[in-house]
């Protein structure tokens, strides 16, 4: 049975490096790569950090229903394809997802079992801190980032868990820790206990 973790976090707060560290440490998961009509930012990879298609062909899919989620965000579309949940199924293998708190609310409407964590920077300081680091957006960008960051943050009682990304090393090992404790949640692993029992004739 595959668990979908849903991963959102406001654009900084060091999401994509921990899912990133997830992917590579826990086996058995598969990053879901989102479809996305922005441009390639620095060293993206088609296919890889993103599938990048234009806004016509984004919403030639819309029109046919392939989304399970979806979502425009600066002006630019993002949204997840049904196929990849298929293709995890097939791998016998976990999905992982990096979506917004949009994608995220609708996810969880399609797929209410999934498991969803949100990662917060520990201040509007740090955050700030961060997005000025990366080197990518312009003044004007980084402000609508932040404003952005303050809507986002409002909707953390909507999520299983909230991991405060205080430091690297700790929110790895604590993020593994909710995948690797959902794995083995009662009411996942149902079809594995019952030969076990059998074994013992209960």
Do not use: C, K, N
């Given at each position: 049975m595959t668990t979908v973790f849903i991963v959102s976090a406001p654009s900084g707060s060091g999401k994509s490096t921990l899912v990133a560290r997830l992917l590579a440490s826990v086996p058995?998961?598969?990053?879901?790569?989102?479809?996305?009509?922005?441009?390639p930012r620095g060293h993206e990879v088609d296919g890889q950090s993103y599938h990048f298609v234009t806004r016509e062909d984004f919403e030639a899919m819309l029109a046919r229903d392939e989304f399970l989620e979806w979502a425009e965000v600066f002006g630019n579309y993002y949204g997840t394809h049904r196929g990849i949940l298929e293709s995890a199924r097939d791998r016998d293998s976990d999905l992982v997802l990096d979506i917004d708190v949009q994608g995220a609310r609708q996810l969880k409407e399609r797929i209410p079992?999934?498991?969803?964590?949100?990662?917060?920077?520990?201040?509007r300081q740090?955050?700030?801190?961060?997005?000025?680091?990366?080197?990518?957006?312009?003044?004007?960008?980084?402000?609508?980032?932040?404003?952005?960051?303050?809507e986002e943050i409002r909707n953390y009682k909507a999520y299983d868990y909230v991991l405060i990304n205080r430091e690297l090393a700790e929110s790895d090992a604590v993020l593994s820790a909710i995948v690797r404790a959902e794995r083995v949640r009662r009411t996942r692993i149902e079809d594995q206990i019952r030969p076990i029992l059998d074994t013992f004739q209960v």
């Open positions: 058995g998961l598969m990053f879901s790569v989102s479809y996305t009509t922005r441009r079992e999934a498991v969803t964590v949100f990662i917060l920077a520990p201040s740090i955050l700030e801190q961060r997005l000025r680091a990366r080197g990518e957006d312009r003044e004007d960008v980084i402000e609508r980032r932040l404003r952005e960051a303050a």
